[in-house]
């Protein structure tokens, strides 16, 4: 069993920036492809970002690219998303996501899901 999670979220205003981690437990397979999903209020749970299992592979949605940065350390038992330039409509609730497969990870489809953590953005 992977468990997975979450930190650095919070409350920032409009053009401000801030680094989401999410720390894989000690018994994490290695090479596992990590991602980020949101859940904004009202909304479906949006894919935000992606990083395959040796760090190679990465996909942004289009809202993201140019401001979110994805990675992962060297022993790939932890992603990072750096978001800058944030906007009110990044306000969500983010999930740290893994999955053998990184068509799981992009697809939403993934096995093992943070408890999320709060990115509040104000205006």
């Known amino acids: 069993q992977v468990y997975l999670s979450e930190s650095g979220g919070g409350l920032v205003q409009t053009g401000g920036s801030l680094r989401l981690s999410c720390a894989a437990s000690?018994?994490?397979?290695?090479?596992?492809?990590m991602g980020w999903f949101r859940r904004a209020p009202g909304k479906e749970r949006e894919f935000v970002a992606a990083?395959?299992?040796?760090?190679?592979?990465?996909d942004y949605t289009d809202s993201a690219k140019g401001r979110f940065t994805i990675s992962k350390n060297k022993a790939a038992t932890a992603v990072y998303l750096q978001m800058n330039s944030l906007e009110p409509e990044d306000t969500a609730v983010y999930f740290c996501?893994?999955?053998?497969?990184?068509?799981?990870?992009?697809?939403?489809?993934?096995?093992?899901w943070g408890q999320g953590t709060q990115v509040t953005v104000s205006s």
């Open positions: 996501v893994a999955d053998r497969a990184y068509a799981a990870v992009v697809d939403g489809t993934a096995g093992y």
């Open positions: 000690r018994r994490t397979p290695s090479n596992l492809a």
């Open positions: 990083i395959g299992g040796l760090g190679r592979t990465i």
